[in-house]
């Protein structure tokens, strides 16, 4: 039997897997191939049943990084009050404060989809009351929207300093990682850092003698 979701809201899930889609967008295709060898997983879409299946140790590790940085950046929006979490009890609606996100306790609650209001229990006999978590659909969607009409195109006078800062990136984990983080630099929130753009400047980085460029290795 499908678990009630009230009306106008999304589990934490599907609100991951919509943020994924605007936010990492090129990756689609690439998630649907991943995707065949994933047959008996069928939630609602591939991008969903890309992140159902992140955590799993035979997924590519390019798709883990985007379900973690995906999962970051939400709990960023969420700690800055730019977008709630909602649980629901016998006596209504009720948010998760901004400050929570910022907890500790916070790991692992958005892809569960489960809010602790008293925290989890720390005896494995001891019960403690949990809930469904949910974000609202068209608060959702005007985040995301606003996100993407907001960005101005880079100007091409700042190709150096996307560069320069792409330097201080070169011990993320990987491409995926490193765009995300290039993004989330105060100084360039208000442009639209496209994949073409991205990789322009990192074919544009110095490399050390004897050192491969990745799209070479």
């Keep these: 039997m499908p678990e009630f979701c009230p009306d106008g809201y999304i589990p934490t899930l599907q609100a991951i897997a919509r943020a994924a889609e605007r936010w990492f967008a090129e990756p689609d ?8 060898s994933q047959p008996e997983r069928k939630p609602e879409g591939h991008i969903e049943q890309a992140v159902r299946a992140f955590a799993e140790p035979e997924f590519p590790a390019e798709f883990q990084q985007i379900a973690t940085q995906t999962i970051l950046r939400m709990r960023n ?7 709630t ?23 692992g609650v958005l892809p ?9 229990p720390s005896r494995v006999h001891e019960t403690r009351l949990k809930y469904d978590l949910f974000i609202g659909q068209l608060e959702l969607n005007r985040l995301l929207s606003e996100e993407t009409t907001r960005k101005r195109p880079l100007p091409r006078s700042k190709m150096g300093d996307v560069i ?3 330097r201080g990136l070169e011990d993320l984990p990987n491409r995926t990682a490193q765009l995300q983080a290039l993004r989330e630099l105060p100084q360039f929130r208000e442009y639209e850092i496209t994949h073409a753009i991205f990789r322009e400047a990192t ?15």
Excluded: C, I
Excluded at 29 to 36: A, Q, T
Excluded at 88 to 98: K, L
Excluded at 112 to 120: C, I
């Design 77 to 83: 929006l969420l700690h800055r009050g730019e977008l």
């Design 112 to 120: 569960a989809g489960e809010y602790w209001p008293f925290g989890k």
């Design 164 to 166: 320069a800062a792409l």
């Design 29 to 36: 295709e690439k998630l649907e191939k991943g995707m065949e």
């Design 203 to 217: 074919r544009n980085l110095p490399r050390k003698p004897g050192q491969r460029s990745r799209e070479e290795s």
């Design 85 to 107: 979490a909602y649980y629901f009890d016998s006596q209504g609606r009720h948010s998760v404060p901004p400050k929570f996100w910022a907890a500790a306790e916070a790991n």
